[in-house]
């Protein structure tokens, strides 16, 4: 081995010994979080939130008690207990996604598949990237997600006349797949993984034809809510907090919260918000299916798997995150990756596709020319930016459009919208966590 290989050796040796000191200090703070939390006496208790620099660690505290809650000093046992084990298959789980434990160096690997060069998705025919939603009021709407659902603003397009809708990107962190972008944005060991690659984002797209006109001078024009259809079940976000009087203050209609908020946001999208962790918080979209085996054919010819449900919480079967509905099957390019719950319908009317949930984006390669193989709408660049895609329509109806990668990328806006941190990042009042 010459000297560069054993610097090499030695320097990687270090880090990982590093990050495993560093990573039991963080689990000690977290037990010792869990132990004071299940011993206060009884009362209604608030979660806390610690953000660890590898991926987003929280401490909940659902309504539990001392005596008669959910197992008082065993469950704080139990819980520590739990934590050490998950924290540690956390710890290497991020030294494998930013790279550290990869020949290719970090965060890099060949790109084998579609293109993109971030470790979990370098040797995949695709992934998942965004939704496109409708919205009547797209300010209204970036004003919700912003401050109701703690995401930001990611970049934006069109209203530049009829015909271009003006449209804005919102979500959890870098869209991009290219690992060359985050330079100097993620610094592994040190960035939380909201500062990393392949985040979902929503794409709401404004439809002002949708207001609903009066001849009255006195009365204001109100924004008609589109069709939802009855094939979206929900789109579920994983958040470390959540406040329901905020919610319904901005529009929502939140639903009977049993451990979990379900709701339906001002411009009509039924959300669910489960309290728990994941390297990206927008988790899967459910989407209730006439024919479950046709469905899973489809999007299995776009190269999509079955995996296991995604659950976001340590504890599980449990109130407060909700077991998916029998029968239905989970599917995504990759594990950890944002997903597709396909629900069977289990009513005997059938779904129907709404107009509030436009399409499911994909990147990938060769789009064209695998949508024209499919059978596509339409195949081919889009006037004005050019970008290459294929609209197709799943059995059900929704619009699936295959986005070229490359262009997907050349889209996206310069490094400078990448650099933030969440807001929910520790906050304190009284020197205590909250």
């Known amino acids: 081995m010459n000297g560069g290989a054993m610097t090499r050796a030695s320097l990687l040796f270090h880090l990982l010994l590093l990050l495993s000191l560093y990573a039991f200090s963080v689990d000690a703070f977290i037990a010792s979080l869990t132990r004071n939390a299940l011993r206060r006496p009884r009362r209604q208790l608030k979660y806390e939130v610690v953000q660890s620099p590898l991926s987003s660690l929280s401490v909940h505290e659902d309504n539990l008690e001392r005596d008669g809650g959910e197992g008082g000093e065993e469950e704080s046992r139990r819980v520590e207990s739990l934590s050490r084990s998950v924290l540690m298959r956390r710890v290497m789980a991020g030294l494998a996604t930013i790279g550290v434990l990869s ?13 993109g060069t971030l470790t979990e ?42 015909g271009d809708p003006r449209t804005v990107f919102v979500g959890y962190g870098p869209e991009t ?25 929503l794409e709401l797209v404004e439809r002002k034809e949708v207001s609903l006109k009066t001849d009255d001078p006195d009365v204001e024009p ?29 529009g929502a209609k939140v639903g009977d919260m049993q ?32 024919d479950l085996t046709k469905s899973l054919e489809f999007y299995k010819s776009l190269g999509m798997r079955e995996f296991p449900f995604p659950h976001v919480r340590v504890k599980y079967p449990t109130i407060f995150e909700p077991e998916p509905p029998t029968g239905s099957i989970f599917v995504s390019y990759g594990e950890g990756l944002f997903g597709l719950l396909l629900e069977p319908n289990t009513s005997p009317d059938p779904v129907k596709p709404g107009k509030i949930l436009d399409k499911i984006a994909l990147v990938s390669s060769d789009v064209i020319n695998k949508g024209k193989e ?5 195949a081919g660049k889009v006037p004005g930016p050019g970008t290459r895609v294929a609209v197709l329509d799943d059995p059900d109806g929704n619009g699936v459009v295959l986005v070229e ?24 009042e009284g020197g205590e966590i909250v």
């Open 103 to 115: 020949v290719n160096g970090v965060g890099t690997a060949e790109a084998s598949g579609f293109g």
């Open 405 to 428: 990668y490359d262009d997907f990328e050349k889209e996206l806006s310069k490094p400078g919208f990448l650099d933030f941190s969440p807001s929910w990042i520790i906050k304190t």
């Open 374 to 378: 499919m059978g596509a709408k339409f």
């Open 259 to 290: 451990g979990f908020v379900p709701l339906t946001a001002p411009f009509g999208l039924p959300m669910r918000v489960v309290i728990g962790q994941a390297r990206d918080p927008v988790t899967y979209l459910g989407l209730k299916c006439n």
């Open 222 to 250: 109100v924004m008609e809510i589109l069709d939802p259809g009855t094939t979206v079940t929900h789109l579920r976000l994983s958040l470390p907090q959540i406040r329901a009087s905020k919610l319904e203050a901005a």
């Open 177 to 201: 797949f290219d690992a060359k972008k985050l330079d100097g944005v993620f610094v592994p060991g040190i960035s939380s993984s909201f500062q990393y690659g392949g985040h979902i984002s």
């Open 121 to 162: 998705v370098a040797d995949l025919p695709g992934t998942l990237q965004h939704l496109v939603v409708n919205v009547p009021d797209v300010d209204a709407a970036v004003k919700f997600c912003e401050q109701s659902l703690y995401m930001r603003r990611l970049r934006e397009r069109g209203g530049k006349g009829k």
